[in-house]
């Protein structure tokens, strides 16, 4: 089958684009296609949620939301999730105030069990300037002062207005001089903040911000795309303006601005039309008695019959059949009619390509990708490839390994392919260590420098473990030593057995006897001490004591005593000694007995007291408080 019948005459991008139709294209995506139509995953596109992070690439057109989702397997491969073609509502555009919640309620879709989302999305290239540099071959702390400087001779910028950044891409060099290839640029801070705030705003935080230029960068490093050649040239065709990319070992090394668009083309068909009803020799036919009197011919078609007739060509390959019996021309005639204004691209893109050439030691580009609505234009690649030297054919992100996209049904036509490569290359970015205008080389340099931290602390932590695992390892020696020599001692002495007499029995009685009495004497001189020590601990700040009474007559007698002379006073009387207490316990009514109760048990677990009684207890007003008046006895131990 021929490659331009895979061209779908019911192509909804273009119709947006030809009728500001809002009808969502028939591309199916990850929310709409049918769970039982769906491929089945490989082992490794099962196991997905467990890899790594996912990229989300969202391309905000004028009238439709692009979103691409692509995962990483555990064997790194990149694979598909999803993709998604939303269409704005009526009246909507991005600095809507009610965009942010469009834009939540579609991407919430695409976040739900995706672990790690980081969210990509474009910047407009209007304002973005970008240049290839060759700096000095420096160390890598000054190649940031050199990249910029370099840049500033080029062509000054408000550095309150405009963001720098730059990328290092590899080393060459120059009349025998060793240099550094950079690709520097610049870019509007608000246009960075207002797309930061959009997606702050939908609860979608993005990981980074790129031009269109930087996406296909992404796709082509990722190497996601297969046999695309080593140097690559871009061409997007858009209204007012097309833009001329040129790529070298993945890396953009140019990216240039032409004014020839879709626009001059439309306007070239209007005119041609208008040339082909008057003739030769211009608009205004004079009349043969008076010069002023003029007759101005209308013209055949208007810009927006022009427009429709130069869309049918993308779409169709021909021109509506009412409009060719009208006017009596076929697809070749309207073709001719804009040739001009393509013939001026073609010679654009030539000339970038020889400047190429030049530049880099006589290399020539290996393909000419043809992106935007044009990528369906086949009369044009025709003649592109009629007149340049290079394939030219319709950039294709679909064109991938297959198992890459297990997960999703790809669109059909070509135009709705192409249009998802901003988006794919958008959710590739993360992992291709490429630019970023939310994370410029100076929040590199802070990151590096907390990573340097990081790796220092980690460095000297270990250093740290591995001594005091030294010094653990050098103790535990000692310890098994010692516990073997206390091993051995206490064998000697379970062996050793002295003869002793009964002298040496006698005497080491009376040394244990004294020991114990005078242990007993000091107890009992300074049991009141303890007796008070114990209250003063136990009495919580809601109970205080009026008086203690108790007998400590037990405590003189045997304090009196010669050593060795034992206590008349029997047994029975010493385990009889009582404390009495009197004291108020205030606070709330209500659980003054309660607190009563808890200070008596907290007493009879002391090991001074012992079983604790109430003689008695009331009610009283003491210094206009309510207070629980109580007298109480406890058994000394």
Known sequence: MDRYDEISSTEKLLD?????????????????????????????????????????????????????????????????????IVPFEEGLTRDSPEFPRFLRAHLKRFSMNAGKMNIWSIISGAKVEMRHLRIPKLPPSQIPNAAYWTYKKEGEFDEDEFLFDFELLKETTEEGIKKNEVFAYIAPFREIESLKTIFSRAGTPLSGLLTVPFAMQALFRSGWLTDSGRNIC?????????????????????????????????????????????????????????????????????????????????????????????????AEDVFQMCLQAAERLTRQIERTLEHFSQEHGGERADRIYLTGPMGAYHRLMDYMNEQLAVPVVTMDPFDA???????????????????????????????????????????????SSVRRINRIVAMVSIAIILALGGVHLWQSTRISREKANTARLRTNLSVYAPRLKQGDLLTMLARVKKTRTNAVELGLRYRPVALMSELSELTPPQIRLLSLKTDFSESADAAGQKPGQASKRPAAVKSASTLELQGFVFGDKLNMETALTGYLISLEGSPVFGRPSIANKTFETVEGRDALRFSAKLELL
């Open 401 to 447: 390994d297959p198992r890459a996209m297990e997960s999703v049904f790809p669109p059909d036509s070509s135009s709705s392919r192409e249009s998802f490569a901003p988006a794919m290359g958008l959710a590739l970015a993360g992992e291709t260590r490429g630019p970023n205008f939310i994370n410029t080389y100076k929040d590199r340099q802070e990151t």
């Open 16 to 84: 947006l684009i030809r009728h500001g139709d809002s009808g969502e294209p028939e591309i199916q995506s990850e929310s709409t296609a049918d769970p039982g139509d769906a491929p089945k995953r490989s082992f490794m596109g099962r196991l997905l949620p467990f890899g790594r992070s996912v990229g989300l690439g969202v391309d905000i057109g004028y009238t439709e939301l692009k979103v691409a989702k692509i995962g990483y397997t555990l064997d790194r491969k990149p694979q598909l999730l999803g993709l998604d």
């Open 234 to 330: 871009s061409v997007y065709i858009g209204r007012n303006w097309s833009r001329i990319d040129l790529f070298s070992e993945g890396n953009l090394i140019l990216s240039r601005g032409v004014k020839a668009g879709m626009n001059s083309m439309i306007e070239a068909i209007e005119e041609g039309f208008y040339e082909r009803q008057i003739g030769p020799g211009g608009g205004i036919q004079m009349t043969g008695e008076s010069l002023a009197e003029t007759v101005v011919v209308d013209r055949p078609v208007d810009m927006g019959e022009a427009r429709k007739i130069f869309f049918g060509l993308i779409e169709d390959g021909d021109i509506p059949r009412e409009w060719a019996n009208r006017l009596g021309v076929d």
